[in-house]
Structures are given as structure tokens and as C-alpha cells.
């Protein structure tokens, strides 16, 4: 197990991180986490692993893209201090460019995407014990459809940050296609996008595995 | 254009057809007929052909597959003495199938869709003077994907019940394909099934060409 | 087709125009376009004509008056850069007359209606691709009833500033008129202003004939 | 002044009598009678003949027509016993053949209506001692409009009725119409038929004449 | 008839006048006025004295007393311009006295009282063409109850005011004295101070006679 | 203390005893019991004699008059079994002669209500170990204010039956007039009838002293 | 892994169990099994045998008992035919003679428990492939807290059953007995009944381990 | 009794003290002093010795801890120039400790709580006639439960304090802990810490006990 004794562990993201986590705190009594994978990690940490204290805190916003979070990284990142940072962001910048295909500047394209990442990763690293990138996903089985094809891309620019960063990562598309050979995209989310809470399992293992969690201590 | 004074067009079929239409009438002042593709053509046959006096009426409800059609036929078609009649179902029944798959009983399979459907038309085709018989759709881009197959499975008994019971016909599935030809399926319905206000119009138009309505009289 | 390719589309006027848009970005997902005839136009757009990607954008706002779109042209219309521009605005300045007749600062006579209008194309002519005039209407078949009468002059002071200023126009009235005669006010408007679907597709229809929709493509 | 001490006076008919009465008992105290005519009468007759003690109820129904009267009469007239009977009854008995042209069983058409008020009245004036029959009207100044017509035509079947049953009169139309030579309809009702609170001093006025109150004891 | 064509009337007071009037405006279709003496008097000014065109505004806020009068005045009488102007204010600072009588700075003692309100009609006089000065009041029959005479206390200090300022007077108590004589005061108000249907019309007879209207004109 | 170990004591009356209490128990967790006397007598039962588990049962319905109670008197009190019965009614038996004096079937007259409370006391007596009858009372100084005189009137009634039928008697408006030496009626309650906290606590005390409890055990 | 392809499994219980699930059904989409161990059993089934296609209900009611249960158990156990039952009750049986001492009807105590509960089990476990038995709890880490005692014998009750019935067992206190070790009770309940998140963890992980469930497949 | 002729007697603390108390002013009628001691407090006042007029002011904000005290202890203590404070705070100072034990930030450590409540004693107590410190309390019966013991460390600071500077004292522990002989705590507060009503009557009776309140008076 990676996590140490009273870490704080912060998430932040879009939509299905905060999944109606408590604002603007993120934390505290009475599902102030929400109802996603972060409360579920943040469940499994206590009932597991009860000694180690762990704290942990949600900044997911719904509909926010990378550019978002570039102007709130300063209140939400740098001023709560914590010992390891999760990300998991991209599905917005991706799903307006074929939900909403007309209003161009609700878009951010890959290279924006890039940079963005790249700045708010470098600038964090050496603050944190740990940093974990997640790639952003979309529940579609097949591998030509468009707005699939996008979303793998991001998630290989992903993949790309995390190795020359040295950070945690988090697979999350691979993580559900284990699922997808069996269950049809709708069975996890009528939208492809927002998990159902079999969904937010497959996040939950998924990050617990990249840490180090044992189930069976 | 096949309507003629003062008849009555009744309108049957799930969700797509409801779109919060008032309960139980399915007509009247007020947005009583919804918001869907039924309120776009009966506001389109008042704006185009005031002096036809057509009466439309929305018997649509939501989650509808074509066994609850057959519960309450007696009441919502046979009572309401239309003279035309318009089915568009059968998504839920293909749906289920796929975001519930393992709840068995709420699926409707296709020889139960056929043997209903088909029973339907024939008891009721002799009393009305026209029958539309709109296909089930899925705004899904990709034919190779596993539920818009099945849904192009139950097209197809529609168009084939249509030929033989002499119906008016509707392929919305085709109508929508040319639309998807442009533009990502989010952009008409996140869910793929519900239209935004542009899909609806995409069944208006299909609907209102098959009764030979004339946009510039 | 006058429209091309990408351009930008924008609709102000009053509650007419808004019928519950949301605010204040009026445009995006989830019928953000409102219930009226802005919402009919962009569906029919993006139904029929996919491919151009029209960008349409509603800054209706209920009881608004020529005196308040002057007070919000800025923000509204010219940093909005529309490349095509709709202005339907009057039936407040007109009925306010009618309705609370003891309360004068409401009332926006015809001169400061005319002056105020004719300014606001002589700023924004030069900035669009194309502008389009609609005028105000009342729902109401008897000519000589005192408001129509005023509503017909302030429908007349628009023809004539589109003619000046060589705008596109749209006699809203006059296409009410058609389907007047064969359907009394109250099918359209209990109240003779706010129209039903069906009269929201009156206005449908005459806006897209003046811009050269054709609806079988 | 017609009353006497401690009589019962129920008003039945629409919703202009209606106005959220308390339902069912359309008596009691926290503005039971509803905030139109019906309460108005009330507060007047208490406020200057407080020791006449006299009874008011209100069993008016939204929407009701001639038709829903007769199907309610022996619940809410004959088994309330009153003193004094005051119907008006009509407005929607003709409004639906103008607003909903096209859904026929709607309309109560001109015989229909005075075969039901007269059966009414004819069962009923034996049993009390003053019968007041009010006249549907129409906020419409233009006596050519068609609606109007057919409201005066529904006005002139009161007043027979009225003359031969040797009840109470009260022309509620030629009260409005003498307004209406100062205000535009659109002051009073913007729908034409639901009065503003002046529009229900109008009715107010028109009845409390008829039966002999005196403003200034 | 004191009031002329034209004219804006505008009250000012506590509950009794406020009676759930639409603010900040106090002025308005749809029951803008309340429900209470001030939207009695507009109603019946338009529905006797269609002609005039009289304008009536209402600034009675709940809870008010003298004093919250007086910081308000500038805003909500002197800005507003009024042509007549009515004041009804004092119960609230009697009734604190009552109610909760340990929290004295809720109090407002009968000097201040008669001062203040000496003071805002001394500054406003000069620039109306009417003003009328209601009386607090008390809806309880037993001169010897000591809220009641204070009451009385301060209905003398109006009447003292009218009579040296050369104002309007009306006294309300006086005109529901009358009343009480057949009707115990929970009839007209369980709390003895907030009139029922039939107390605001005691009000409005009270005031409508001072200012000269007839009722069968 | 008259109450012993696991006794059950049920109160029953109007909207004094009722306060909000859950129907149809009128007992369990989190406020069940109201927020009137019955539930300050529940609290310093269970605080001053822990040790004595007195079971508290809250049965008043807001509006009830004698004749109410006797309708539910067999499901409300017999099958309930209490070993104590509290009974305080009448209140509204006199009020609405006095609030609502034309509707004379709500008014209960004091023969009604003697034989009706004489009637069910004598039943119940037998049946119980003790048997409290509390007076109405009304919240007026004034003693010869004509409400107040009535209640007395009432109150007597219930003197004399619980002599006649030797149960425990509270005389709660001896007990209020005390308090209304210092306090203006206002102060206990805006209507003079339903009590502020400061009222229910001189109910409160005024049963507890009946029933022999100790504040200082 | 002792589920088998596509079986039926439910879970029956109280609020521990219910947790919001939707009902009559307690199945289907949207979150239909509530938010506590059952949803996230069934997700975890879900996101890590997905293959298997094991259908969950929860038929949870907040409040029950066993003698509920019982109650109910024909409709909701033996007609929904499950394959696998889990039954956990218990927890109000006790409770309510600890926080609601003075009403015993709302108790149950142990031998109708035990009696009850047995024959339950002895109806259903032949019509089962599995039947699973967890013990209520209590979130008390004082093992000579009374009520923590109380709930141990209903705890050995279960463990009996179980074990001369055959069944799964799973000790949910001795689950919560790992936590308690290092978590204060208020962290993870605050009423010591009803967990947290991080509770229904430690419930998912006890069951899951008794049916054989791998986390790392 | 020690509270003299008009004084006001404030109260400060947290959710113990809020019990929806009105906002900001903490006082008035219509339960202004929300449902706890402090209205029980305030009702027991005025009943018992109404001639007194003591005003009570209710300044609790719910989870308020020391730290939250002193940052409004100018606003709602020095400004409200109270004769009498009481203060009881502390629970929550001691409960994040225990229910959200990883978030530091929210604990108040005994030797900060000791040196702020220190602190506004020492400033406040020159300027009021009487000061009351009432501990905190936790409705635990076990002496060994750790948060039990903490509690009972911070009350032995108030009573520290209380001696030091000549203060009132209330136990409430003490005052508790004679219920809990025969009470299991689960009957006064499911949650150990809100009491119910019979939990304020604890407080309340141990207030006035200090304060020389006399019930027969």
C-alpha cells in the first residue's frame, strides 16, 4: 500500500468525480464525497485500512474540461496541500466537440488539452508524495466510432504525461473494455459517459489496484 | 394530402410519443399534446391546414413496449373511435434487452413483438381509414452494434407487418441515418433514444411526407 | 438557402422570442433554445440542413420592449458576433398601452419605437451577414379593434426601416392572418400575444421562407 | 334590500365564480369564498348589513359548463337548502367551440344549454326564495366578433328564461360594456374572460343593484 | 369626486396595506396591488370611474411602524410623486407594546410617534394635491381594554394631525365600531388587527367616502 | 404522584393538545407528541421520574368539538386502553359562534356539549384509574367580553362533571388568569386562543400540579 | 464463487437494507437498489463478473422487524422466487426496547425473534440454492453497553439458526469489530445504527468473502 | 431567584442552543427562540413569574465550537448588552475529534478551548450582572468510552473556569447522568448528543435549579 498514515489523497475532475459531492468543502460528515469512485475509495480506505487515517477529498465540478481546472488549480490544488493528487479530466473537452459540435469554443482540442495537462502536472509534482493520472473514457464498444477514437487519443496523451512525469496511472478505458466484452454499453451508463455504480466500481478498483490496496488484508 | 376534414388522428407508443403529454386525455389547450414529434405535426397541420380542423390526440407513455400497447388498447384506441392511427414501439422492448439484461421478464422479444404488433393492426386496421406503422430507431451510427442490429431486426417486422395488413409506412430509422451522416449521434439524443427538439423534427418530417402533407400550399 | 456554412444565427426580441430559454447563455444542450419559434427554427435547421452547421443562438428576454434591447444591445447582440441577426420586438411597447393604460412611463410610443429601431439596424447592418426583420402581431381577426390598429403602425414602421435599410422581412402578421381566417384568436392565444405550437409554427414558417429553407430537399 | 335575516346564498357556476374557493365546503373563515365576485358580495353585505347575518357559499367549478351543473345540482344546490340561488353558467359552454374548435364533445351548443338551465331553474325556483340568473360574457368590445356573438346569443337565453321563470336578473355583459366604452378589453382580462379584481367589481356591482343593497346606509 | 383625471394615488402603510402586494413596485397587472383595501379602492375606481384613469400604487410593507415610514420615505413617497397620498400607519407601533413587551427598542412610544408623523406630513403636504390620514385601529369592542385605548391614543394624535395639516381624514376605528356592534371582532379578525374579506371593505367604504366617490353614478 | 410504573396516559382535544403531533399514532421518536403541553408533561415525566417509564399518548385533532371527539371516541380512547385520561375540549365548541356566527350547524351549545361530555366521561370513568377534565379557556381579561363569558360558561360544565363524576379537574383559566395580571393577552397568543410556549407551559404546570408532580424530587 | 450464471439474488431486511432502494420493484435502473451494501454488491458482481449475469433485488424496508418480515414474506420472497436469500434483521427488535422503552407492542424480543426467524428459514431454505443468514449489529465498541448486549443474543440466535439450518453466516458485528479497533463508533455511525459509507464497505466485504467473491479475478 | 426587573438573559452556544432558533435576531414572537431549553427556559419565565419581564435572547448557531464563539462574541455578545449570558459550548469541540477524526483542522484541542473560553469569560464577566457557565455533555453512561472522557475533561475546565472567575454552574452532565440510571441513552438522543424534549427538560430544569427559579411559587 502506497498510501501512508494521515495522508491527505485529493481528487479532482469533471462530473464523475463529483457526482454531487458537497461544495465547496469536499469533505465531512453525511456523503459530503458524493456517490462516485471517490466516495467508494474513500469507503474502502476506512473499512480496510481504518489505522492509516487516510483523508480524503473531492474538488470534482460537473462539466469541467482541463481549462477549468487550470483556473481553480491555485484554490483547489495548491492551497489544500495534499499528499497525493488524482486527475481524471478530458470527457468534457472531448463530448462538446460531438454534443454540441456548432459552439466551437466550448471545445478543447487535443494539443490545448496537452499543454494544459502537461502545466498543471509539472508545476504539482514536486509538491506531492504522489500523483496519479486517470484517462478519461467513453463506454462505446466500438473501437472506430468517432467519438471514441477522440477520446483514446487523449487518453494516450494520458498515458504519455504520466511515463515522462513518473506518475501513478490509471487506465480507465481498459478497465471498463474488460467489462464491456460482456455487458452492453447501456447497462453501465444510458449516456455512455456517467457510470452507473457498477461503473464507479470499475474506477474504484482500478485506483485501488494502481496504490497498492489489498483487499484480503 | 391523405387527411380530410375534421378527422381524428390518434397517435400510440412510448415515451417518444408521450413527451409529457397531460394525462389522461392526450389533448387539449395548453401543450396537452407533449413536446415531442405529435405536438410538431399537430401544430404544423393547424399552421398549414387550419381549415381541415384535424384532431390530434397523444396517447404515447413513457417506458411502453408493444404488450402494454395491448393491455390498454380497448381503452386508448378502440374508445377513441379515431380515423386515422398512427404506432410508432418497440424500442423499450429491444432496450431492455440491453441496459437490464438481466432482468428477463421486461424484455419483449421479437416473435411476441411480431405475433402483438400483428394482432394489433389486423383487429384494428378495418375500422379506421388510415394506419401509419412507424418503426422503432436507435441513433446509433455504427450498424454493426449489437442493439441498433436488434433494432433493425424489429424495423423490419414493422415494415413487413405494414406491407401485408396495406398500412401506411415510416422507416425513421432511415430518416434518422441521413441526419447521422452530419452529425454525432450525442448531438440528437446524449442516450440514444430520446431526440432533441431537432430529432423530433426529423420524425415530423418522415411522418408528415408519408401523408403527403405540402409545406409550401 | 442564404445561410452558409458555420455561420452564427442570433434571435433577440421579447417573450415571444424567449419562451423559457435558458438564460444567460441561450444556446446549448437540453432544449437550452426555449419552447418557440427559435427552437423550431434551429430543429428544422439542423434536421434539413445538417451539413452547414448553424449556430443558433436565442437572447429573447419576456416583456421586453425596443427601450430595453437598446439597454442590452452591447452585450446581447455585438459581442455575441453574430453573422446573421433577428429582431422581433413591439407587442410590449404596443400592449403596455392597452393593458395598463394609467401607468405612461410603460408605454413606448410609435416615434421613440421608430427612432430607437431605426437605430439600432443603422449600428448592426454593417456588422452582419444578414438581418431580418420581423414585425410585431396581434392575434387578433378584427381590423378595426383599436390595438390591432396601433399593432398594424408599428408593424408598418419595421417595413419601412427594412426597406431602408434593405433588410430581410417577415410580416408575421400577415401570415397570422391566413390561418385567422379559418381559426378564431383564441386557438392560437387565449391572450391574442403568446402563440401555441402551432402558432409558434406560423412564425416557423414565414422566418425560413425568407431565407430560403426549402423543406424537401 | 331583497335578503333577509340569517338567509343562505350560494352562488354557482365557473371559474369566474370559482376564484380558489375552498373546496368542497366553499364556506368557512381564511378566505374561503375565493377572491373574486362571489367574496366581494359577501364582504359587502357583512360590512354594511353585519346584522342581517346573511350566509354566503360559493360552489363554483373551474371550467364547469351548463352541463357539469346539472350533473352536480343535487349535491351542491339542492342538498345546501339555500335562501337565495344565484347561477352563472355559459362561458365555457361556448368557449370551447372557439379555443378547441375541433374536440366537439366540448361544446354545449345553444339548445343543449337552454334545455339544461331551464330544467334547472324550473326544478329549482319552487324551493327558494329568490333565484338570481347572472349572464356568461365576453370582454370584447367588438360586437361583430364572432364569439361575442354567440356569448350575447347565450346572454339572450338567460334573460328568457329569466322572464319566464320570474327570477332575478343580471345582465353582466351590459355592466362590462359600459366599462368597456373607457377601457380597452386587454385592462380588465387579458384573456378576455377572467376579470381583474375591477372586472369583479363590475359583477359585484351589477348584482348587489339587482337584489337592493344600498352602498350608503 | 376629489380625485381628477389622471391623478396617481399612492398608499403607504404596514400589513394592512402591504395585504401581499408585488414589490419593490407596488403597481401592476395580475393582483399587483394585494388583496386587501388598497386593491378594493383601485378595483372599484376603474369599475365606477373608468374615465379618470386613476393610477393607484401601493407601498404598505408588513410590520412597519412610523419609523420605518419615515426611512423609506424619500424613496417610496417623494420619488414616486404622487398627486394624492394616503397614510394609514400606527398599529405596530401599539401593538409591540403588546405582543412582546420586553423587547422595548420595538416600541414606538406615542411622542415619537406624533412627532414623525407630524414631521412627513408637514414636509409632504405642500407638494400633493390630497392627502388623506387614516387612522390605526383595533378590532376589539371593549373601550376599557388597554390596548384599545392606546390605540385610541394614537387615533387621536392622526385626527389631531389631519386637522391642523388641513388633510383628509378618515376614522377607521369609527367605521368598524359600527360593524362591532353586531359582529363579535373574531369574525372579522382572529387577531383582532388583520381584517378579513369584509374588514377591508369597512375600509374601503371608509375611504372612498372621504375622498367623494359615489356608488350609482 | 398520582401516575405509577408503565402507566399509559392518553390526552385528548383539539388543535391545544394536537400542536403538530404524528397522526394517526400520536406517540413514538422525534416529536411525535406535538410541541404543545402534552409533550412538556412527556418531558419532565420522563426527566423528574425516569424510573416510573409513564407511556404518553397524544390524540387531539386540530378543530375537534365535543361531538368530534365522540365520533372517534371508540378508536381514539377504548381500544387505546389508557390507565389515564386527559380530556380538554370546548374551545372550539364556542368559537365558531363567535367567528363564523351564519354557520350555525358548526356551533355546539352548551346543552350538546354537557350531554355529550357527560355522556362520554361516564362511560370512560369505569374503565380508567384516573380521569383529568381541563376547562377550555380563552385568552381574554376582559370578563365581560361576550366570548369569554360563554367559555365561562362551558368551563362551569366541566367543574361540575368532574364533581359529579370525581375525576381531577384543572381549571386552566384560573391558571391563565394569573399569567394575564402581568401579560397582555398578545403576548400569550395573537388570537387569544392558541397558545405560545409561555402558554403551554402554565397548561403544563397547572396539569402537573393536578397530578401531585414534584419539580424538585 | 458460489453464484452461479444468471441467478436470482435477494436481499431482505430493514433500513440497513433498504437505504433508499425504489420501490415496489427493488430492481432496475437509476440507483433502483439504494445507496448502502446492497448497490455495491451488486456493482462490484457487476464490474467484476460481469459475465455472470446475476440479477440482484433489494427488498429492504426501513423500520422492520421480524415479525414485518414474516408479514410480507409470502409476496416478497417466495413469489419473487430468488435463488439465493440474505436476510439481516434484528436491529429494530431491539432497538425500540431501548429507545422507545415505554411502548412494548413495538417490541420483539428474543424468543419471538428466534421462533420467527427460524421459521422463516425452515420455509424458504428448501426452495433456495443458497441462503445466507447476517447477524444485526451494533456500532458500540463497550462490549457491557446494554443494548450492544442485547443485540450479541439476537447476533447468537442467528449464528444457531445458521448453523443447524445450514446456512451461510456472516458475523456483520465481528466485521465491524476490526474497525471499531481503530475508529471511534461516530465516524462511522452517527447514531450507531445506521453506517456510513465506509459501514456499508465492511458489510460488502464480510458478505462477499462468505460467497466466495475475488476481488483480484 | 437571582434574575431581576426587566433584564435580558442571552444565551450562547451551538446546535444544543440553535434548535432553529430565528435568524439573526434570536428573538420575537412565533418560536423566535426555537425548541429547545432556551424556549423552555423563556416559557417557564414568563408563566411562573410574568411580572418580571425578563427578555430572553437566543444566539446558538449549530456546530458553532469555542473557535466560532469568540469570532462573533462582538457582535453577538458585546453588542447585545446582555445583564445575563449564559454559555454552554464544547460538544463540537470535542465531537469532529471523534466522527471526523482525519480533519484536524476542525478539532479544538482542550488547551485551545481552555484558553479562548478563558478569554471571553474574563472579558465579559465585568460587564454583565450574572454569568452562567453550563458544561458540555455527552449522552454516553459508559465513564470508559473515550469521547465520554474527553467531554468529561473539557467539563472539568468549564467548572475550572467557573470557579476561577466567580461564575454561575450547570452541570449538565451531572444533571443528565441521573436519567441515565434509569434511561438508556438511545431514548434522550439517537445520535448521543441532540437531546429530545425530555433532554431539554433535563437542561432546563438544571438552568433554572441554578439561577433560584421557583416552580410553586
Known amino acids: 500500500m502506497k498510501l501512508e498514515q494521515s495522508q491527505k489523497l485529493l481528487f479532482i475532475g469533471d462530473s464523475v468525480t463529483d457526482c454531487d459531492r458537497v461544495k465547496p468543502e469536499g ?22 485500512y481504518p489505522e492509516l487515517g487516510i483523508r480524503v477529498v473531492n474538488k470534482g465540478i ?18 489544500q496541500k495534499p499528499d497525493w493528487l488524482s486527475i481524471m479530466i478530458g470527457i468534457n473537452d472531448v463530448w462538446r466537440q460531438y454534443d454540441t459540435p456548432f459552439i466551437k469554443e466550448w471545445h478543447v482540442y487535443i494539443q490545448e488539452y496537452e499543454e494544459t495537462l502537461w502545466q498543471l502536472v509539472a508545476e504539482t509534482k ?9 484517462t478519461p473514457f467513453y463506454l462505446e464498444s466500438n473501437e472506430q466510432d468517432k467519438m471514441r477514437k477522440t477520446m483514446n487519443q487523449y487518453g494516450r496523451v494520458v498515458r ?20 464491456l466484452k460482456d455487458l452492453y454499453p447501456a447497462t453501465l451508463a444510458w449516456d455512455r459517459v456517467h457510470p452507473s455504480a457498477a461503473g464507479h ?16 488484508r
Open 27 to 48: 469533505e465531512g460528515l453525511f456523503g459530503a464525497l458524493g456517490k462516485g469512485y471517490v466516495a467508494n475509495i474513500d469507503a474502502l480506505l476506512q473499512a480496510v
Open 62 to 79: 460537473s462539466g469541467n474540461t482541463v481549462r477549468d481546472l487550470k483556473n481553480r488549480w491555485q484554490e483547489d490544488v495548491f492551497e
Open 126 to 134: 514536486p509538491l506531492v508524495k504522489g500523483l496519479v493520472l486517470m
Open 160 to 179: 504519455k504525461i504520466s511515463e515522462e512525469a513518473n506518475c501513478q496511472f490509471v487506465d480507465t478505458q481498459a478497465a471498463f473494455n474488460e467489462v
Open 201 to 216: 466500481m470499475v474506477l474504484t478498483r482500478a485506483f485501488l489496484k494502481e496504490i497498492g490496496f489489498i483487499w484480503n
